[in-house]
T-cell receptor, first 110, second 111 residues
Framework: TQLLEQSPQFLSIQEGENLTVYCNSSSVFSSLQWYRQEPGEGPVLLVTVVTGGEVKKLKRLTFQFGDARKDSSLHITAAQPGDTGLYLCAGGPSGNQFYFGTGTSLTVIP | NAGVTQTPKFRILKIGQSMTLQCTQDMNHNYMYWYRQDPGMGLKLIYY???????DKGEVPNGYNVSRSTTEDFPLRLELAAPSQTSVYFCASSSNGLEQYFGPGTRLTVT
């Protein structure tokens, strides 16, 4: 089992604030993905990063893959209530398997 | 666009009963996956398939079985349900083994 640790586990912020969520592992991954999951629904893929040091932007979301491909961060600028959800990172594939982190639950208060 | 569909949405089983969770995708994806999600534990891979007729175990396969007779369908079978199998089950598919598309989930309670 390849462990992915996410921090913080819970985050509650005011609308308009910035935040960063982290995903760390002792294992090297060929790619790392970020998903967002809303209550009662399945995860939805936000981004895939494959190159060490890679930075991808998706509107107000910025994703970075660590140089050593063991960690990643997700930064949200000017958070909005619609950003509320569970953010999951996943590393792989390793033998066709992806390993998911335990998630960061984000609440953005209007 | 149906994507990945799962049935049922909710189910309550008694200990020792059996059931099949259905998963169908209409995107002609070769890769399909079954995960379980427990509170605070993230998603754990149960079984996966890289194409029709091919299945393989994931991290937590004990107590489950799968089959993949067609590209579209990937049912998950629970034999002799146990309380430890209470969870939310997600099916996913992928065209390239990288980006996964998830279904809405099945919430299973075993009492």
């Amino acid at each position: 089992t390849q462990l992915l640790e996410q921090s913080p586990q819970f985050l509650s912020i005011q609308e308009g604030e910035n935040l960063t969520v982290y995903c760390n592992s002792s294992s090297v991954f060929s790619s790392l993905q970020w998903y967002r999951q809303e209550p009662g629904e399945g995860p939805v893929l936000l981004v895939t990063v494959v190159t060490g040091g890679e930075v991808k932007k998706l509107k107000r979301l910025t994703f970075q893959f660590g140089d050593a491909r063991k960690d990643s961060s997700l930064h949200i600028t000017a958070a909005q209530p619609g950003d509320t959800g569970l953010y999951l990172c996943a590393g792989g594939p390793s033998g066709n398997q992806f390993y998911f982190g335990t998630g960061t639950s984000l609440t953005v208060i209007p | 666009n149906a994507g990945v569909t799962q049935t049922p949405k909710f189910r309550i089983l008694k200990i020792g009963q059996s059931m099949t969770l259905q998963c169908t995708q209409d995107m002609n994806h070769n890769y399909m996956y079954w995960y379980r999600q427990d509170p605070g534990m993230g998603l754990k891979l149960i079984y996966y398939s890289v194409g029709a007729g091919i299945t393989d175990k994931g991290e937590v396969p004990n107590g489950y079985n799968v089959s993949r007779s067609t590209t579209e369908d990937f049912p998950l079978r629970l034999e002799l349900a146990a309380p430890s199998q209470t969870s939310v089950y997600f099916c996913a598919s992928s065209s390239n083994g990288l980006e996964q598309y998830f279904g809405p989930g099945t919430r299973l309670t075993v009492t």
